[in-house]
């Protein structure tokens, strides 16, 4: 059996994707090797954040990447007998500890407490917080992507935003689970329009991989190009999503990205018409500048409000999770700008 000591934490999760239900059993059994790996995952942690090494940090979360892809795929009848979660949420828990301890010390307390109590009035505040913050009207695409970028500087883009569009039907599915009715609904209407109402062609999952693919983006592209920053977004998104114990912070996290979609997607629609790339292809972003609208009206009036008049203090999770939301988008979109900006500085070869 190889042991966590053998290679890093990625790796080990790699290698045992190979591995018989027969190894997963004596690997779960076998108290010292989850010691091991827990001790391995602290000391990832440390490193990644602590002492900001940053090929720590691109370990850690090529490790929560896979995890979560396994976590959001379906089921495999080879795979039937192995038991893989105990050592893997063990894996996940330390790493997620280490990544939103992160997230929190990198908000102001004075952010997420100084709000209103009841429903109504939490909104209003909820939005003027959201669209007051930097990463709200980013100069990624408000200037760049609206202006000047080509062909390859959409698919570069396109790369790094399949790691939530893919799976954000799957995400609000999640969210339902054991949720009030009134939320659910609100939760269910978004995702029977994920679902596009019935219609296979207007998938939602389906038009981002038909946008895609109508710009040459595959599997291979997407695993060459992939941007930290981008997977640690991913990564956050799961996260929140799987468990229970994040749905506050879901509720706030998410709702950022339905009210700032509409004004984002604009500019991408824009420049895929600037470039005459195939109309077929913007379907995705052209549907969500429409319907992203109304889901955040919904997500705020329908879930948002209804949990903060029910309890206040809910209110402080929700604003957690939006904050958490628009410092990771800003420091995403603030690195993709920046390889975007290089990649046109790079002389072409003779």
């Not at 280490?98 to 939005?127: C, F, H």
């Not at 995400?171 to 009134?182: F, H, P, R, S, Y």
């Not at 219609?199 to 595959?218: C, N, Q, T, W, Y």
């Not at 799961?238 to 998410?254: E, I, P, T």
Request: with cysteine.
């Amino acid at each position: 059996m190889i042991t966590i000591q053998d290679m890093p934490v990625a790796d080990w999760v790699a290698h045992m994707e190979r591995a018989d239900a027969s190894d997963w059993a004596k690997s779960n059994e076998n108290a010292t090797l989850r010691a091991e790996i827990v001790a391995a995952c602290a000391r990832l942690g440390e490193l990644a954040y602590r002492d900001r090494d940053e090929r720590a940090l691109a370990e850690m979360h090529l490790t929560l990447a896979l995890i979560y892809a396994k976590d959001f795929e379906s089921a495999r009848i080879e795979h039937v007998g192995r038991e893989t979660q105990p050592i893997l949420r063990d894996i996940a828990a330390s790493l997620e500890r280490a990544m939103l301890n992160a997230e929190l010390g990198l908000i102001d307390d004075r952010q997420v407490s100084d709000y209103p109590r009841t429903g109504t009035k939490y909104v209003t505040w909820l939005k003027k917080l959201i669209s007051q913050h930097t990463s709200s009207v980013h100069s990624l695409y408000n200037d760049f992507i609206a202006k000047e970028a080509t062909r390859e500087d959409i698919a570069f883009y396109l790369a790094q935003e399949t790691n939530l569009d893919p799976r954000f039907d799957d995400i609000l599915a999640l969210m339902q689970v054991g949720t009030e009715v009134g939320q659910k609904l609100e939760i269910a209407k978004n995702y029977f329009d994920e679902m596009g109402n019935g219609e296979p062609a207007r998938v939602h999952s389906k038009m981002f991989s038909h946008a895609l693919g109508s710009i040459g983006v595959d599997g291979e592209f997407v695993a060459e190009n992939m941007l930290l920053d981008a997977r640690i977004s991913g990564n956050l998104s799961a996260c929140l999503s799987l468990y229970r114990r994040h749905y506050f912070k879901a509720v706030g996290y998410f709702g950022v990205t339905e009210y700032i979609a509409p004004r984002r997607f604009k500019h991408v629609a824009e420049a895929w018409r600037r470039n005459r790339l195939p109309e077929a292809g913007i379907a995705y972003h052209d549907e969500h500048i429409v319907i992203d609208t109304h889901h955040a009206n919904g997500w705020f009036n329908n879930v948002v409000a209804p949990l903060v008049d029910a309890d206040p203090a809910i209110g402080r999770e929700i604003a957690i999770g939006a904050v958490i939301r628009m410092n990771s988008s800003e420091r995403y979109l603030d690195k993709l700008l920046s390889v975007l900006e290089a990649r046109r500085r790079v002389p072409v070869a003779a």
